[in-house]
């Protein structure tokens, strides 16, 4: 055999080990779908237009990754440049390879170690008029683009700040392995290439050349030998970054093409640990941006964010603190590069640990309105929510628009409230709060309402969710609107300075932003504040942790209020009771919720 | 024996050497923000479970903490968790993790 020499081998090992490890990942993940979403997959790989728009994601994201340059440039570029710049040397290398072998089935190492084997004699600087000074000026280039996001990796380390990261994930042994497996690399390549190319004195491109016969000019050894442990060398490193792949964060790039795949058709997230969450955990690159938007760093907790839990459940030990401790805020899900869905990860953990607890609501009426709750054929259902009876004002405020519009109303928590049981849920206890939600049906079912309006996110997220009511589910942000645009509340402007917070379960939660906005421009000035809309903080008064203390929590609302300060408003309004009460604690300014001010700006 | 026409109460003494202390003692450990609890009873007050029902998480702790665990059980299954409690605490228990722990607590030691 001509082209082939021993040093070949840790690398094609390594391929074979890789290709064998991730095809049965993909084998083992796919056959444990569950049938409908087998055939949703089947279905989606024989529709075309389903399959280019994955095919352009993977592109996007797996290789340019759009993401990371609209979060910040150098980060882009730096990943842009790895990803890439690695699939263009792959691909380019093929094509290079095969104008010398003459045939299209090469040896897999072939094109990677082509330099070993081919020493051109044409040597031009930018020899552009002949097909392999093209191929060796573009993999020249490719290269230095490569080994310049190698560079920049290198700052990263030590400069996380330039790439617009506070705070890096920390790695673990495997992690740090398969690294500077990586980083040796292309490095490693560069060697090589260089020194065949300065020892044969042709072969090598712009960069390769020159660099080759200088190193062989200093290089007391001779260069023949040094070339050649030079491509041992890249070789290992490629055979020791395969075999660590699947053990380490980099099996996020194979599953990641996977995680796409499934998304485009349409197989979603379920209530426990399946198929589809092993492809999210194993999709997730470690990059830590999830780190920085975490407000429990407020709060002084830096083990619990969505990357360390991540890693804990693709390691199978989650120690139960972590998985409790999580504002359940969604920040995290939303700057996730990979669109992890990082809360019902968090929520599949919960109901592992929380779900088989007892629970017994037998005492809970067997549906009947109480005193004064007639059905309201056609009318309103107002749900105050349990949030809202620690918050009378914003009652008060909802039941003074209501009459003044006269709609026809009734409060079904007037008295006595059941709770929505998205509380419940958020533990992990969705079983014990199907009880609640009954209940809760029932009383809605009894006052014929048409329109169920709630003053609440956290209910308005589960009524929604959940309940699959046969009536329409307002919040009432959304109510409030809906009165103004038709005129049913004339309002009087008092233009003082507001800040809006948007509350995690309306926002994030329910991709409400708009409406309370459009409200509030009617009646007010509304003022920026830092953080807003999908990036919007969490109050800190968040029921989805459950073991953090309340100093920790204040610390988050303090931060949390500061950003919303920016631009000294006289009121701080929001949309949630809870978000109210959270703030009203820490706040030298008045907190309102938006009803309390629509109420106030009603002439008469 | 002569009936006088009213009956002895049971002896109700807490002998603390001799009462179940296991799940107090988890508890603590794992919620440690129960030690300041003043009693005003507030978040018993607030609760959502006991506008229904005789459910009273202000008993339930003293329960806990005197180590007559009978009658917890059945008692913490009513809570609805809503987090009211918590929110009305004036000390800044944090109860919604109580409940979770007495839960675990009694899940485990049975």
């Known amino acids: 055999m001509i082209n082939f ?101 090469n040896a897999p190492y072939y094109p990677i170690f082509l330099k070993f084997f081919i020493h051109d004699k044409l040597v031009i600087f930018f020899e552009v008029y002949t097909v392999p000074g093209i191929f060796r000026f573009l993999m020249d280039f490719i290269l230095l683009f490569v080994l310049s996001g190698l560079f920049l990796a290198i700052i990263k380390r030590q400069k996380s700040k330039w790439f617009g990261m506070k705070r890096a994930a920390e790695y673990q042994l495997t992690d740090q392995i398969s690294l500077i497996c990586l980083w040796m690399i292309f490095p490693m390549r560069l060697l090589a290439e260089s020194y065949t190319a300065g020892y044969y004195g042709s072969g090598g491109g712009f960069m390769t050349q020159p660099l080759g016969g200088f190193l062989v000019s200093i290089t007391p050894l001779p260069s023949d030998f040094i070339a050649y442990t030079m491509w041992w060398g890249y070789s290992l490193a490629l055979g020791i970054f395969f075999i660590t792949l699947p053990y380490s964060r980099y099996m996020h790039i194979p599953t990641e093409i996977l995680l796409i795949f499934f998304r485009h058709c349409a197989i979603q997230p379920r209530k426990w640990h399946s198929a589809f969450s ?153 079983r014990q709060a199907n009880d609640l939600i009954t209940a809760n049906k029932e009383l809605i079912r009894q006052t014929k309402a048409e329109l169920l309006v709630t003053s609440c996110p956290i209910c308005y997220r589960v009524f929604r969710e959940e309940y699959t009511l046969p009536i329409r589910v307002q919040h009432h942000t959304q109510f409030i609107l809906d009165l103004v645009k038709s005129g049913r509340i004339p309002l009087q402007a008092h233009f003082k300075k507001v800040a809006y917070h948007d509350p995690c379960d309306l926002g994030r939660g329910s991709r409400i932003y708009s409406a309370p906005r459009e409200v509030l421009a009617k009646v007010a000035d509304l003022v920026p504040v830092i953080n807003e809309c999908s990036d919007a903080l969490c109050c800190g008064g968040s029921l989805g942790i459950l073991n953090v203390s309340q100093q920790q929590r204040d610390e988050m609302t303090k931060i949390s209020l500061s950003t919303l300060m920016k631009e000294q408003p006289e009121i701080l309004v929001t949309a949630c009771p809870l978000c109210k009460k959270t703030f009203s604690k820490h706040a030298e300014i008045e907190v309102k919720d938006i009803a309390e001010l629509v109420y106030k700006a009603i002439p008469g | 024996m002569k009936d006088f026409g009213y009956s002895v109460l049971k002896d109700e003494t807490i002998d603390y050497d001799r009462q179940d202390m ?63 409690c918590q929110l009305v605490c004036p000390r800044g228990v944090n109860l919604r993790n109580l409940i979770l722990s007495i839960n675990k607590a009694i899940e485990q030691i049975g």
């Open chain 1, 278 to 430: 092993d492809v999210e955990v194993h999709a997730c690159s470690r990059c830590g941006v999830c780190i920085d938007v975490c407000q429990l760093n407020d709060a002084g907790i830096t083990d619990s964010q969505a990357v360390y839990f991540i890693r804990g459940v693709r390691d199978q030990y989650v120690p139960d603190e972590i998985s409790r401790k999580c504002l359940v805020c969604g920040r995290c899900q939303e700057v996730c590069p990979v669109g992890i869905r990082t809360d019902s990860l968090r929520l599949i953990k919960r109901r592992e640990l929380f779900s088989s607890q007892p629970s017994d609501y037998s005492f809970l009426p067997t549906a009947s309105l109480s005193r004064g709750e007639s059905p309201r054929q056609g009318g309103v259902a107002y749900f105050a929510g349990c949030m809202s009876h620690l918050t009378p004002s914003i009652i008060r405020a909802m039941k003074g628009i209501m009459e003044k519009a006269g709609i026809n109303y009734v409060q079904i928590d007037e008295n006595r409230s059941i709770c929505c049981g998205r509380p419940l849920m958020i533990a992990g206890k969705d």
């Open chain 2, 22 to 84: 296991r799940i107090a003692k988890y508890v603590l450990l794992q919620e440690p923000s129960i030690q300041l609890c003043i009693g005003c009873g507030s978040c018993s007050g607030t609760c959502a479970a006991g506008h229904f029902t005789e459910f009273n998480i202000r008993r339930v702790h003293t329960l806990i903490r005197r180590g007559e665990t009978r009658l917890l059980k059945k008692e913490i299954q009513k809570c609805m968790f809503c987090g009211k």
């Open chain 1, 5 to 105: 020499n021993l040093f070949v081998l840790p690398f094609s090992l390594g391929l074979i080990y890789l290709l064998i490890a991730i095809g049965k990942s993909w084998y083992l993940w796919i056959k444990a779908l569950p049938a409908h979403d087998k055939v949703k997959l089947k279905a989606g790989i024989r529709h075309p237009q389903l399959m280019l728009g994955a095919i352009r994601e993977v592109f996007m994201e797996g290789l340019i990754h759009r993401k990371m340059w609209l979060r910040n440039p150098l980060m882009g570029y730096m990943h842009t440049s790895f990803a890439l710049g690695w699939f263009l040397l792959i691909v380019l290398g093929n094509i290079e390879s095969r104008f010398y072998s003459g045939t299209h089935l």
